[in-house]
C-alpha cells in the first residue's frame, strides 16, 4: 500500500489526484457557465414579471354604498378647450380629454370616469339640518344650480373649468334662525385599470405634504385611513390621474375597495354657519395628463400635485432625462430624434470613462501570457497568487474593475431613461420610421435583433475571445459573456421600443468609439 503511494508521478495516489483535478476544472467550467445560465434566466424572468401588464382581479362584493337613483336628476356639460365633462347634481363624470386620443385608429378622446359607475362626487354632510344629495334635483340658471331645503338654507353651486382643474365653489346661505354646520367631502370611484410597467398606479393621497400611495393589489386586501392637515385624494394610472382637493384644514383619507370598484374619500372640518350668514366652500379637481409641465400649472390651484408624479429610484436622473428629451423633441419634432440625439449626448458625456475603461481592457489582454504564467507558478499557493496579480495590476497601472465602470455608470442611466419613457405623456403614440409607438415594444422585434448584433459587435472588437486557461475566472466569465447577446435580445425583446432604440444607438456610438481609440 505504502508503495502504491509512493511511487513517484507514477503512483496510483498521483494519478487519481490528476484525474480529480482534472474533473474538477472540466466541472468548474461547467458548473461557472451553468451558474452564470441561471442567474441570468432567474434574473430574465424576475424582470419579465415586473415588468409584464397583469390584470386585477375584482372582487365582487355584496354591499354597495354608492347606488343612488339619480335617474331624474338632470345632466349638464362644461367645457373649455382641453377637457370637457357630464355634471349630473352632486357627480362629475365623463371627463374627455380633447387633446389625447385613446388610439391612432379613430378619433376617439381619452375619457377619465367614464360611465355613472365611475365619478368624483363633491357635496356636504350636515348634522342639524338637510343638505343636497346625489339624487337632489337642482335648479339651474346661467351656469349656476340652487336649492333650498326645508329650513330655507339656500345652497348654491357654480362650476368653472380651466386648464384641466374644475372648480366647484359651494356658497351655503343661512335663512333660518339657528346656526348650522356643514362638513364639506369629496369621494372618487374607479373601477381600477390594468397594471401598469413599472409605474406606481392605484390610489394616492397628498397627506401632511407627502405622498401616500396604495396599488389596486394593496386596496383589494385592505383599507387605508389618514389624518392630515391639507391634501388631495385620486386615482392614476400610467398616463392620467384624476384628484380632488379640499380647501379645508383637518381631513380625513379613506382608501378602499367598495363592491367592484375602487373608492377614496376626503372628510373635511364642519364648517360653522351662523344664522343669517353665508360662507363659500371650494373644491378642485384635476382631471388629465401626468405630465411635469402642466401639474406644475395646476398646483397653483392644488398644492403638491406636481409630487404625484413617480419618477422612481432614480428621480434625481429621470427628471432632466425627461426634460431634455421634451426639449429635443421640440428641436427635432420627432422623439425617436430625441432619444438618438439624447443617446448621443450622454455617451460623449461619459467619453473619458469610455475610454479608461477601453484602455484599461486592452491592457488587460496584454498582460494575459504574464497572468497565465503566475497561475502556473503559484497554483497551489493561493496567497502568493493573490500578491503577485496585485504586482501585475500595478505594475500596467490597470485594474479588473477599471473596465466594468462605464456599464456600471449604465446601470442609473438605463433605470433613469426606461421610466422617463413609460411616463412621458407626449411619448405615447409618437411614432419613428416602422414604430408606431415608441412607448410599446417593436411588433416586428427589429430593434432588439438589431441590439443584439450591435452588442455581439462591440464585444468581439473588445477582443473577449483570449487564450487564457479553462481554469482562470475571468475567461469562464467572458465565455458566459458571449451569451449576453442573445439574452438582452430575447429581454429587450417586450420592452418599449424608445428604449432598446436607445440602447441600440449606445452600441453603435460604442463601437465607432472604440475604432476610434483602436486607431489612435
Not at 11 to 39: E, R
Not at 92 to 112: F, G, H, M, P, S
Not at 153 to 173: A, C, S
Not at 263 to 287: E, L, M, R
Amino acid at each position: 500500500m505504502v508503495e502504491y503511494l509512493d511511487n513517484g508521478k507514477n503512483s496510483g495516489f498521483n494519478q487519481w489526484i490528476a484525474g480529480q483535478n482534472k474533473s474538477g476544472a472540466k466541472a468548474s467550467k461547467f458548473s461557472g457557465f451553468l451558474w452564470w445560465t441561471v442567474v441570468f434566466v432567474l434574473a430574465w424572468w424576475l424582470f419579465s414579471m415586473w415588468v409584464a401588464p397583469k390584470k386585477h382581479e375584482e372582487k365582487k362584493l355584496v354591499e354597495d354604498n354608492n347606488v343612488e337613483n339619480i335617474s331624474n336628476v338632470p345632466v349638464t356639460k362644461i367645457a373649455d378647450d382641453k377637457i370637457s365633462a357630464n355634471v349630473q347634481g352632486l357627480r362629475i363624470y365623463d371627463i374627455e380629454l380633447k387633446n389625447y386620443k385613446q388610439n391612432k385608429k379613430d378619433n376617439a378622446n381619452v375619457t377619465l370616469l367614464s360611465g355613472d359607475k365611475q365619478f368624483a362626487e363633491i357635496g356636504l354632510s350636515a348634522g342639524s339640518t338637510t343638505a343636497p344629495s346625489s339624487s337632489t334635483v337642482w335648479k339651474n340658471n346661467n351656469s349656476e344650480m340652487t336649492w333650498t331645503n326645508s329650513d330655507k338654507v339656500l345652497f348654491k353651486r357654480k362650476l368653472e373649468v380651466k386648464d384641466y382643474v374644475i372648480t366647484v365653489k359651494d356658497e351655503i346661505t343661512n335663512n333660518s334662525s339657528k346656526n348650522i354646520s356643514f362638513a364639506p367631502y369629496a369621494k372618487i370611484l374607479s373601477k381600477g385599470q390594468a397594471k401598469s410597467v413599472a409605474v406606481a398606479t392605484g390610489g394616492m393621497a397628498y397627506v401632511n405634504s407627502g405622498m401616500e400611495r396604495n396599488s389596486w393589489n394593496s386596496l383589494d386586501k385592505k383599507s387605508y385611513a389618514y389624518q392630515t392637515t391639507n391634501g388631495f385624494i385620486g386615482f392614476a394610472d400610467q398616463y392620467w390621474e384624476t384628484v380632488a382637493s379640499i380647501e379645508s384644514p383637518d381631513q380625513t383619507i379613506l382608501m378602499k375597495k367598495s363592491d367592484t370598484r375602487y373608492q377614496v374619500d376626503s372628510n373635511a372640518a364642519p364648517v360653522n354657519v351662523a344664522a343669517g350668514k353665508s360662507v363659500t366652500v371650494q373644491t378642485k379637481i384635476f382631471a388629465g395628463p401626468r405630465d411635469p409641465k402642466i401639474l406644475s400649472t395646476a398646483s397653483s390651484s392644488i398644492p403638491g400635485i406636481e409630487k404625484t408624479m413617480d419618477y422612481g429610484w432614480f428621480w434625481f436622473l429621470a427628471r432632466p432625462m425627461l426634460w431634455a428629451l421634451n426639449a429635443l423633441n421640440n428641436l427635432v419634432l420627432n422623439y425617436g430624434l430625441a432619444i438618438v440625439l439624447l443617446t448621443i449626448m450622454l455617451r460623449l458625456v461619459m467619453w473619458p470613462l469610455t475610454r479608461k475603461s477601453y484602455t484599461s481592457m486592452a491592457a488587460m489582454q496584454k498582460m494575459q501570457p504574464e497572468m497565465q504564467k503566475i497561475q502556473k507558478l503559484y497554483a497551489n499557493d493561493k496567497m502568493r497568487l493573490q500578491m503577485e496579480m496585485m504586482k501585475l495590476y500595478q505594475t500596467h497601472k490597470t485594474s479588473p474593475m477599471s473596465g466594468c465602470l462605464p456599464m456600471l455608470l449604465q446601470i442609473p442611466i438605463f433605470f433613469a431613461l426606461y421610466k422617463a419613457l413609460l411616463i412621458s405623456v407626449p411619448m405615447r403614440q409618437a411614432g419613428f420610421l416602422w414604430i408606431h409607438d415608441l412607448s410599446l415594444m417593436d411588433p416586428y422585434f427589429i430593434l432588439p435583433v438589431l441590439m443584439g448584433v450591435t452588442m455581439w459587435w462591440q464585444q468581439h472588437l473588445q477582443g473577449t475571445s483570449n487564450k487564457s486557461s479553462g481554469t482562470d475566472p475571468m475567461a469562464q466569465t467572458q465565455k458566459v459573456m458571449k451569451w449576453m447577446p442573445i439574452l438582452f435580445t430575447f429581454m429587450f425583446a417586450w420592452m418599449p421600443a424608445g428604449l432598446v432604440l436607445y440602447w441600440t444607438v449606445s452600441n453603435v456610438f460604442g463601437i465607432i468609439q472604440m475604432y476610434i481609440i483602436k486607431r489612435k
